[in-house]
């Protein structure tokens, strides 16, 4: 009946983009880990737990959902049959290691994947792998909005390695491109690394081999991901018309077409490199397209960890760039005040960044004090972590900025005196 249909579990498989069969065998895989024999689910039987009309799995297809997920069964949706919510079967302990949680700031990067040799693992490859992998590349995102992606290219490369190994045994067309995708994914990831820690030269072979990658799993989002990347490393470097043409090429990816968010991080993208190549009309025009885009976007929907970042609180950081490379200093402050009153507080990393932003803003209005002070939190905000190689850069930026606009005032060399240790040390 359509009232007991499992909304739950049906939007864990849209998220997943996992079909009825790809799940029955996902757990038919995870049974026969814990049992040494392959379990019989069958794709209808996905279809009735769906439905509503089987609302409580027999006990190994519950221990194995909850493997192949990283859920509790409750949360899946699932009711058991006349009995309080606490009767179900144990959770795995090995659930707990799967959940799509993000690891702490501290975990050393070579921890991030708990990968053992592809050797010591069964021949059998299938969407267990995927969904194991996925969650990898979870938790390195994770990371990634707490410290910043420095650090992790090895951990990054270390799983590109496996998903392209294991594509190789693979048992199907569909899973070997998802594994594809996700080498695309971590090897984009270790460009990101590299990107975020101001390394820009061995970015782009990372790029050139995602790319690659990305065009062998036919995916276009994940595509989209490495023009993005792109852009970035292309303003990194100053080199404006290029940025601009990767951000041109992320708009033109299928998944830009049909999608307002993604459409309208490639506004924005595009919006920046315009800015800082002196093109303010289109820069501007740019600007007003990604905020149409994203008033269109739905922001409850699934999405890729690659871009859940994306949202009001990054477009506010991203305006704020272009209004005050654009000569518009107040309107950027604006923006990063809304761009720090919206950002999650996971994203600790974006945050500095946007304080950062908010001090060369103030900075330009001709606020030194002001715009002293508010540089000074960003290293209380990175406090116990090392600041990653853009926002070092960013802040070297301003203290240019601040020895330009005033150079012979105390609070200047004040500034310099007390930090200089902190954002120039690698």
Known sequence: MAENRNEPLAAWMTEH?????????????????????????????????????????????????????????????????????????????????????????????????????????????????????????????????ERGGHGLERAALDGATEALTLQKLSTTQR????????????????????????????????????????GLAQDSEMTMQIWNLRAMLARQRREYAEAVAAAQAAHATAIARRSPLHTSLAHARTAVGCAHGGDVRAALNSLGRAEDA????????????????????????????????????????????????????????????????LALAQLHQGDVEQACVTSGTVFTIMAGVPLPGRMRQL???????????????????EWTDRYRTEWSSP
């Not at 695309?184 to 990658?213: C, E, N, Q, V, Y």
């Not at 518009?328 to 604006?334: D, F, K, N």
């Not at 802040?395 to 060399?413: K, V």
């Open 17 to 145: 983009q996992m079909s009825a069969a790809e799940l029955a065998d996902a757990v038919n895989g995870a049974i026969g880990e814990f049992t040494g024999k392959v379990g019989a689910t069958a794709d209808r039987t996905v279809f009735r737990w769906l439905s509503g009309e089987n609302q409580w799995p027999q006990e190994r297809q519950r221990r194995g959902l909850e493997m192949v997920t990283g859920l509790p069964i409750l949360a899946l949706g699932f009711v058991p049959r006349g009995k309080s919510t606490s009767d179900r079967a144990p959770e795995d302990p090995d659930v707990h290691r799967r959940r799509f949680v993000g690891a702490s700031a501290g975990v050393a990067a070579a921890a991030v994947i708990p990968m053992g040799p592809v050797s010591a693992r069964p021949v059998r490859v299938g969407t267990t792998d995927v969904i194991r992998l996925r969650a990898a590349v979870e938790r390195l995102t994770a990371v990634d909005a």
């Open 175 to 214: 899973v070997r491109q998802r594994l594809f995708a996700l080498g695309a994914d971590f090897t984009a990831t270790a460009a990101w690394s590299l990107i975020d820690a101001g390394h820009l030269d061995g970015a782009a072979r990372h790029l050139d081999r995602a790319l690659t990658l990305a």
């Open 294 to 357: 994203l008033s269109k976007a739905d922001l409850t929907e699934p999405r890729s960890p690659w871009i859940a970042f994306y949202g009001p609180a990054e477009l506010y950081s991203l305006t704020a760039i272009v209004r005050d490379v654009v000569g518009q200093p107040a309107e950027a402050e604006a923006a990063s005040h809304r761009a720090l009153a919206a950002l999650p507080h996971s994203y600790r990393r974006n945050r500095g960044h946007t304080t950062v932003r």
């Open 395 to 413: 802040l070297g930026d301003f203290q240019r900025d601040l020895i330009a606009h005033a150079p012979s005032t105390r609070i200047a060399h």
